[in-house]
């Protein structure tokens, strides 16, 4: 008679976000909720808060105020010292926010780091690789664009959006990277979208109701344009853009920015031709009734749409890693990419349902959640999914 093998041990998973926008806390509070699931423990602390005399609330300040007032000034600084090959390879705050990270290190004793910023990724390598981490440093990249401040060679590996971009990183730095399925919330999951795992019960309302609540007419074809949760970027123009054309109602998710908000609700709503909507917690509902999704920074709604089955076209990407990560995205196969306001229009027409383009486009966005799920890939001895990533991606010899 045989005994089945022990379960291997889990431990605490120490989570390292930033309050930088919504979708790196969102992506660690959904990574956080599946580790419970499976019995670990999960941690979450806020890399910005583990900086010295406010220096993270003066970094939060400083990029959202730049992303709504002078776009190109984050564009110059993300050339020089974000992808530039003369770029430092750490950032001036990795030593400080390192040390904020090793006290909490020594307090919570994790079994594991997940980094799911660039900061983050910066302190957890760096103590790392000056044996002042004793436990594996996994980082979660967030984004499909991944810039130089991401790498760090004192990691142990790295979880990517797709194969290229795993290639990409371990040719950088020499450290084994993964796939994983995109880290969202299972509301968003599409009954037919190719994504496994049932969606929460009671988020999708009927598009009847959804056009109700938002002051649309019946019929209207909604296009959801997102801002993310500061509202940046050059949506007023994409919206003037769809309205105009008649065929498309724009329903502009404005995040918390409420100027933003009711000065496109009096051009939107004046007209009867479409919305704008302040920060909301029934997206996964406004998804299900979307026609498509207009998005300009490649983030986190990219991937609940992607889960939710609706089509992505990318548009005036915001300065500097929204511009990469729209054309990461672009030549993964996952959305189209528009440069002009006439491709705009002619993508959006290409999306018909029952048309080929719109089919091809979403079951290459679905075929991402093929992969294996990030928290399988966490936790010191737990079996990688074979089935689903085979061995790391290796750079060609």
């Known amino acids: 008679m045989t005994t ?35 019995g670990a423990r999960a941690e979450t602390v806020d890399v910005l808060a583990l900086l010295p005399l406010r220096l993270g ?29 003369r770029a430092p390879s750490t950032s001036p705050l990795t030593v400080v926010a390192a040390a904020g990270l090793a006290r909490v290190v ?50 142990d590996r790295y979880l990517c959006p797709d194969a290229a971009t795993a290639l990409a990183v371990t040719a950088a730095v020499g450290r084994p990277a993964f796939r994983c399925a995109p880290i969202v919330r299972p509301g968003f999951a599409a009954p037919g979208a190719g994504v496994p795992g049932p969606g929460a019960p009671g988020v999708r309302a009927g598009a009847a109701d959804v056009r109700a609540r938002i002051g649309l007419r019946d019929g209207d074809r909604i296009v959801l344009v997102c801002a993310g949760s500061w509202g ?31 000065r496109l609700g009096r051009l939107l709503g004046g007209a009867g031709a479409g ?29 609940e749409a992607f889960a939710a089955g609706v089509p992505v076209v990318t548009y005036r990407p915001i300065a500097g890693h929204g511009g990469d990560g729209v054309l990461a ?9 528009a440069r002009r306001r006439a491709d705009l229009l002619r993508a959006l027409d290409r999306l018909e349902p029952g048309l080929p383009g719109r089919a091809a486009l979403t079951a290459r966005a679905a075929a991402l959640f093929t992969t294996a799920p990030a928290e399988s890939l966490l936790l010191p001895g737990l079996p990688l999914p074979g089935d689903a990533v085979p061995r790391p991606c290796a750079p060609a010899p």
Do not use: K
């Open 57 to 85: 609330a003066l970094m939060r300040w400083w990029y959202r105020g730049v992303m709504l007032r002078a776009p190109w000034l984050y564009a110059l600084v993300y050339r020089v010292f974000f992808v530039s090959r």
């Open 329 to 337: 995205m672009a030549r993964a196969g996952v959305s189209v990419h």
């Open 106 to 155: 020594r307090r919570l004793r994790p079994s594991v780091v997940v980094p799911v910023f660039h900061v983050a990724a910066q302190a957890a390598g760096h103590l790392r690789a000056r044996g002042r981490l004793a436990v594996p440093s996994v980082v979660v990249l967030t984004d499909f664009a991944v810039h130089r401040l991401w790498l760090h060679p004192g990691n």
């Open 4 to 38: 089945a093998a022990p379960a291997p041990p889990v431990g605490t998973v120490l989570i390292v976000s930033a309050s930088m926008g919504a979708g790196h806390d969102a992506v660690a509070a959904e990574l956080a909720r599946r580790l419970a699931a499976i």
């Open 275 to 303: 919305a704008a909507l302040g920060w909301r917690d029934d997206l996964a509902g406004l998804l299900a009734s979307a026609y498509a999704l207009v998005d300009n920074a490649a983030g986190l709604t990219c991937r």
């Open 232 to 262: 940046v970027g050059r949506v007023a123009e994409t919206a003037r853009t769809l309205a105009r054309s008649g065929r498309y109602a724009p329903v502009v998710l404005c995040g918390r920015n409420e100027r933003l908000r009711r």
